[in-house]
């Protein structure tokens, strides 16, 4: 086993999630096998109570963990499927001690961060990386780990003291540190700056790592001497210095650090079987960057919700919407409305906020209302579904965005003006959205219905069923607590709102669609947990084909794409193929010579 380490240093979210993940891109499509690690250095046991401003999303995995977004990343990039384990919190680490210690199997000694709580986190990350991640039993060949937070932060000192450790525990061929760092570039000299770089790398050195690559992130591509620079000062040869710019996507990332030789560095360093050229994966990869780049048809989304101050708290949403726009040749544009704006008190409180939120509203393609909780702005929300099913607007809910498009059907279809959902108003004979019985009013974390379920299609006319190849049944992550109100189905039904898909045991309603409308959608459960950049999620490939008004013809076609909007099945050409063995081979021989 083989284990890289992403460590960050200078500030925080510098984009050490997304290196990580290009990286683990770079080997899977070298053959490969890759699993992945996030470790959170806080003090809660997971993701599942933060508010989306903290971190951004919570995301869930296939079996009920509520993780950090990162690991989102890390399966829509490598294309694996992680578990809870793979994300590891300060909050575990000392729960599982304190476990142990309360069992008495430290046998009376006094426990302490060294070495208890450092075996604690070395015992996990050798456990949790022997396990599969790719739908086979092999067992991976690399775990990349990504520490959270910046070198330095008091909170992350037991996971560095256990990487130091680590490193000897597993010997040097299989263990090595890419540190991530900035380089600013100050409007008033223009000069890019390395001191906080240098710092940092003091810093981690001080501490018993020693980085093998420093990725720099910068706002313009690195200059020759500035690299040289980093190079003599952080105790890395010019070769092992990787700039990474911003670039126009994140898509060309994985291609960035091919660029600069850094699998012939994996091969040379850990010993790792690579070939010449990493293969088909990457050239779809390329062609998916380059496809982003020369997209110049526009498809505008309306995001209505209620947490719009920060785009990570729907960052996989943002991503499937993407994916599919990419799938359809179309550039994505999503217009972000805070659902509060929507709603007659706002009209009252500032008119110029409402009619500018309705102005976006009315020049979108398509609506798509998000999950969340609470009250706030839910009133919005009902309204941008009433709008979008009046007006044959695509609309796609989900979550709770299925539960407010039920609301406004019974409100202004069925005329049932008091109808509302059970979290926001007293339960009485009107309450269209009921909370679960097993639901545990008591502790917050990990108490909804989560991870991974069987939706199985009726016999109904189906859209949705259609998109996603016409199968019985699919298998999609839920995070919710509340569900429609059975005694309502027949209601909906009778006046054309269609249950199609429904739980195993036939008792919850997992899909809606209303008849007679180009697309009006409505799941229970968050397809975009497991949307792929080569393979976008079904429902949100529907509403981008509605929106641009394809959907039809897609569907005609039976729902393959046209030759235009296929990704190419070639490998690289010869050219590339030389190219690519040349490059290999000579940072081969620089390597060696280092």
Excluded at 24 to 40: E, F, H, R, V
Excluded at 130 to 138: A, F, L, S, T
Excluded at 572 to 580: G, K
Aim: charged share 25%; aromatic share 8%; with cysteine.
């Amino acid at each position: 086993m083989k284990y890289i380490l992403v460590t960050g240093g200078v500030i925080s979210g510098i984009g050490k999630g997304i290196i990580a993940s290009s990286v683990g891109t770079l080997l899977k499509a070298c053959g490969i096998s890759i699993t992945s690690i996030k470790i959170d250095p806080y003090l809660n046991i997971d993701a599942g109570t933060f508010s989306p401003y903290e971190h951004g999303e919570v995301f869930v995995l296939d079996d009920g963990g509520e993780v950090d977004l990162d690991l989102g990343n890390y399966e829509r990039f490598m294309d694996i499927t992680l578990r809870r384990d793979n994300n590891i919190t300060t909050g575990k680490i000392y729960q599982s001690v304190i476990s142990k210690e309360r069992k008495g199997d430290y046998l009376g000694k006094t426990v302490q961060v060294v070495p208890h709580v450092t075996d604690a986190i070395q015992e996990w990350v050798e456990r949790v990386s022997k396990i599969p991640v790719d739908g086979n039993d092999k067992e991976p060949d690399v775990c990349i780990i990504e520490l959270g937070g910046t070198i330095g932060d008091i909170e992350g000192m037991p996971f560095v003291e256990a990487f130091r450790q680590f490193q000897f525990r597993v010997k040097r061929q299989n263990f090595l540190n890419i540190h991530v760092s900035l380089v600013p570039q100050p409007k008033a000299t223009g000069e890019q700056k390395t001191k906080p770089t240098q710092a940092s790398v003091r810093e981690l050195r001080g501490l018993g790592l020693s980085p093998d690559l420093v990725v720099c992130r910068s706002s313009l591509p690195i200059h020759d001497g500035v690299r040289e620079k980093v190079s003599n000062f952080c105790h890395v040869a010019k070769e092992q210095v990787i700039c990474v710019h911003d670039c126009s996507s994140i898509y060309r990332v994985p291609l960035l650090l091919a660029e600069q030789n850094i699998l012939p560095f994996f091969k040379g360093r850990l010993g790792l079987d690579l070939p010449l050229r990493p293969g088909r994966p990457l050239s779809k990869w390329n062609e998916l960057a380059d496809r982003y780049d020369s997209n110049t048809s526009v498809v505008k989304v309306a995001m209505v919700g209620k947490y719009i101050k920060l785009e990570d708290a729907y960052i996989s949403i943002n991503k499937s919407l993407m994916h599919a726009a990419l799938v359809c040749n179309h550039r994505l544009q999503v217009k972000y409305i805070n659902s509060e704006e929507l709603e007659d008190t706002m009209r009252e409180k500032n008119p110029v906020k409402y009619h500018e939120a309705w102005q976006k509203l009315c020049g979108s393609d398509g609506v798509l209302v998000p999950g969340g909780f609470g009250s706030r702005g839910i009133e919005g929300k009902i309204k941008a579904a009433q709008w979008a099913r009046e007006n044959k607007k695509p609309y796609l809910g989900v979550c709770l965005g299925l539960q407010v498009a039920v609301i406004d059907f019974a409100r202004n279809v069925l005329d049932m003006k008091k109808a509302n959902s059970g979290e926001f108003a007293p339960q009485d004979d009107e309450t269209v959205i009921i909370e679960m019985p097993e639901h545990n009013p008591g502790d917050m974390g990990g108490t909804m219905r989560l991870g991974k379920r069987k939706t199985l299609f009726n016999k109904d006319k189906s859209v949705i069923k259609k998109l996603y190849g016409d199968v019985e049944v699919v298998e999609e992550r839920h995070r919710h607590r509340y569900e429609v109100n059975p005694t309502m189905v027949d209601k909906c039904e009778e006046k054309g709102l269609k249950f199609v898909g429904r739980s195993e045991d036939g008792k919850r309603m997992e899909i809606m669609e209303l008849r007679d409308h180009p697309y009006f959608v409505g799941v229970q459960y968050h397809p975009e947990y497991l949307s792929r950049p080569l393979k976008p999620s079904p429902p949100y490939l529907g509403l981008i084909l509605a929106s641009i008004c394809q959907l039809s013809s897609y569907i005609a076609r039976g729902c393959r794409l046209s030759p235009r909007s296929s990704f190419s099945d070639t490998e690289l050409s010869d050219t590339e193929e030389e190219m690519m063995t040349y490059q290999m081979s000579n940072a081969l021989r620089i390597n060696a010579s280092h």
